[in-house]
């Protein structure tokens, strides 16, 4: 079953089940993914599983630096909102990698990419993007290829 059948099916769920919190964060993942998947079309490129990924990733990430800031301002209530919401998306994230998987996985995209120094980052970060969307912050391996090749 492909990742956007799996949202609907969650959907469908939800709705059965009556779990509002749930629901509305589904149909904002799908939503969000409507919203991109025009962007595409009016761009001429089709929506692939892992621009989806990418878009699922990136709502985690606005969601751990509102949940942060709600934490910091006081507001522990929203803050939880922000985490309930963060455990629904990755519900349909693949699994995170351990940070010894990343490791293993940032040294063999620099095997493969035969890179030699940081101007080659790109070139290693879009081998791993490719192969890794939503299983790892790629800010964090950043600085990972940076050491390697720095």
Known sequence: MDLITRIQSAQKEAMKAKDMGRLSTVRMILAAVKDREIAQRTAGAELGEGDVLALMGKMVKQRQESAKVYQEGGR??????????????????????????????????????GAASI????????????????????????????????
Request: cysteine-free.
């Open 119 to 150: 101007k080659d980052m790109g070139r290693v970060m879009g081998v791993l993007k490719g192969n890794y969307t939503g299983q790892m912050d790629f800010g964090a391996v950043g600085a990972l290829i940076k050491a390697r090749l720095g």
């Open 76 to 113: 522990p209530e929203l803050a939880e909102k922000e985490l309930a919401e963060i455990r629904v998306i990755e519900d349909f994230l693949p699994k995170a990698l351990s940070e010894a998987e990343v490791e293993a996985a940032v040294a063999a995209a620099i095997a493969e990419t």
